[in-house]
């Protein structure tokens, strides 16, 4: 199978979870998801001068990920997220300000990076200083041009806005949310509210998409292209922990994106990987080898 360079770009954190410390951050665990599907995962991020930091480098190495594109921050503090679940087993954020991570700089290790990638998937949360969103357009802009580029919606707190949503999707191919972010976004942008179809729609158009993609937690996703339509009902399960899931969903989809497959084998494969995930304790398990052989199925390389 053909290896792909797929690059997580943002935020690298610890998740403090009521059952400990465990790492974390939405790009960290899509390029871990993708390297358990066969791919080249990097982690493009920053960690500060501290103890956290040291042990985050070390935890990414030992997950099997590339590492030499993660910058040391002389000043700030590696970034934490203290997370709990709500009635309904959601998690719940507190995510630490003015860390390591949002300072991102862009770099001559970062443009190469950025040349040479094959996928990237960036957010918003990153996105909240200047700085770093800043960097991330930069990334974005100085990749090449059949490179697939993913914007992964993550509305958190108060770190976000209509101005990052509507930069990032022209600079995305496809754009990711679940059904609780869309209205959010489309009252931002003045979009249809109430249809999930026709908002899914109005955005492709809007912004020249190749695909929208709307998750709906345990009830599976759509995907939507110019050329049609796919929906999966999701795997029936009793999720045990639900961080990290939407983020091995991205790394299903993304995987089957890059060898040209169907919307089906990627909307079969993207909720196969999220429903494993959030069946599992924390965002990076190790790798079950009959779950990934399901999810590469219907690849084409």
Same mark, same amino acid.
């Given at each position: 199978m053909k290896k792909f360079t797929v690059v997580g770009l943002g935020e690298v954190?610890?998740?403090?979870?009521?059952?400990?410390?465990?790492? $974390?951050?939405?790009?960290?665990?899509?390029? =871990?998801?993708?390297?358990?599907?066969?791919?080249?995962?990097?982690?493009?991020?920053?960690?500060?001068?501290?103890?956290? $930091?040291?042990?985050?480098?070390?935890?990414?190495r030992e997950l099997g990920l590339e590492v030499k594109y993660l910058q040391h921050d002389p000043g700030h503090q590696t970034g934490i997220v203290e997370v709990d679940s709500d009635e309904n087993n959601q998690p719940r954020y507190q995510i630490a300000e003015n860390v390591s991570w949002d300072f991102l700089e862009w770099t001559p290790a970062w443009r190469q990076l950025a040349e040479q990638a094959d996928a990237v998937c960036f957010g918003s949360l990153a996105q909240r200083a200047t700085n770093s969103r800043e960097t991330i357009y930069h990334f974005l802009r100085a990749m090449r041009k059949h490179a697939v580029r993913i914007f992964d919606v993550n509305?958190? !707190? !108060?770190? =976000?806005? %209509?101005?990052?949503?509507?930069t990032s %999707?022209?600079?995305?191919?496809?754009?990711?949310?679940?059904?609780?972010?869309?209205?959010?976004?489309?009252?931002?942008?003045?979009?249809?509210? @109430?249809?999930?179809?026709?908002?899914?729609?109005?955005?492709? !158009? !809007?912004?020249?998409?190749?695909?929208?993609?709307?998750?709906? @937690?345990?009830?599976g996703s759509i995907l939507i292209s110019e050329n049609g339509m796919d929906v999966h009902q999701g795997f029936?399960?009793?999720?045990?922990?639900?961080?990290?899931? @939407?983020?091995?969903? #991205?790394?299903?989809?993304?995987?089957? =994106?890059?060898? $040209?497959?169907?919307?089906?084998?990627?909307?079969?494969?993207?909720?196969?990987?999220?429903?494993?995930?959030?069946?599992?304790? $924390?965002? #990076?398990?190790?790798?079950?080898?009959?779950?990934?052989?399901?999810?590469?199925?219907?690849?084409?390389?």
């Amino acid at each position: 199978m053909k290896k792909f360079t797929v690059v997580g770009l943002g935020e690298v954190l610890w998740d403090l979870l009521p059952s400990g410390k465990q790492v $974390g951050g939405a790009p960290a665990n899509f390029a =871990y998801m993708s390297s358990l599907l066969g791919n080249t995962g990097i982690v493009a991020s920053r960690v500060g001068p501290d103890a956290l $930091g040291t042990a985050l480098g070390a935890k990414l190495r030992e997950l099997g990920l590339e590492v030499k594109y993660l910058q040391h921050d002389p000043g700030h503090q590696t970034g934490i997220v203290e997370v709990d679940s709500d009635e309904n087993n959601q998690p719940r954020y507190q995510i630490a300000e003015n860390v390591s991570w949002d300072f991102l700089e862009w770099t001559p290790a970062w443009r190469q990076l950025a040349e040479q990638a094959d996928a990237v998937c960036f957010g918003s949360l990153a996105q909240r200083a200047t700085n770093s969103r800043e960097t991330i357009y930069h990334f974005l802009r100085a990749m090449r041009k059949h490179a697939v580029r993913i914007f992964d919606v993550n509305l958190r !707190q !108060q770190f =976000y806005s %209509a101005d990052v949503f509507i930069t990032s %999707a022209e600079l995305a191919h496809i754009v990711k949310m679940n059904h609780e972010e869309l209205p959010v976004v489309m009252r931002l942008l003045g979009g249809p509210v @109430g249809d999930e179809l026709a908002a899914a729609n109005w955005l492709r !158009q !809007q912004f020249a998409l190749k695909i929208v993609c709307l998750t709906r @937690g345990d009830h599976g996703s759509i995907l939507i292209s110019e050329n049609g339509m796919d929906v999966h009902q999701g795997f029936a399960l009793k999720p045990l922990d639900t961080v990290g899931a @939407g983020d091995a969903f #991205t790394a299903g989809l993304v995987h089957h =994106y890059l060898r $040209g497959s169907s919307l089906a084998a990627m909307n079969e494969a993207a909720n196969r990987m999220g429903a494993w995930v959030a069946s599992q304790r $924390g965002a #990076t398990p190790a790798g079950n080898e009959s779950v990934l052989t399901l999810a590469r199925a219907g690849a084409h390389d």
